[in-house]
């Protein structure tokens, strides 16, 4: 008996407690039945793909037929992937588009926020220089109220002397 295997891969097996598909019985190191080429010889077992004989497997049972769905075997209708391909096309460009805008968005509301930061900080600066020129201007009136408040207590401890010697005299 003897299996003819076309270019489609179709998985063999067996009927009853010994089954076995084209890659789960071996026999030996270099030897693996393959599904792929494959024949029986006698009784004694199956050629494998190198040409080793394997002893006992004719006592696993006959080769079930295959029934092959050749509807599976058509090629898949794959019309909807050159649309998937220009939605994805378009999709990214709305999010570049998107992304564009919000980083425009956040740029405008950095310098917005900037600019409102250099203006305060400038009022600010404006506002200490003037604040420090008139507590200038009170450092130098004090100064010069000090100066003249010495002046005029030297005048009276002066006047007042003046008169208490006056009044021994008299």
Known sequence: MSIRVS???YKVSTSGPQAFSSYSYTCGPDARISSLSFSRVGSSGFLGVLG???????SMGSITAITVNHSLL????LEAEPNIQAVCTQEKEQIKALNNKFASFIDKDFKNKCE???TKHTEMENEFVLIRKDVDEAY???VELESCLAGLTKEIN???QLYEEEIEEL
């Not at 080793?52 to 004719?58: E, L, P, Q, V």
């Not at 058509?74 to 209708?77: A, F």
């Open 140 to 142: 130098i009136n004090k």
């Open 116 to 118: 409102d930061e250099i």
């Open 74 to 77: 058509s090629p898949l209708n």
């Open 158 to 160: 002066f006047f007042r």
């Open 7 to 9: 270019q489609k891969s």
């Open 52 to 58: 080793r004989s394997c002893a006992g497997a004719s």
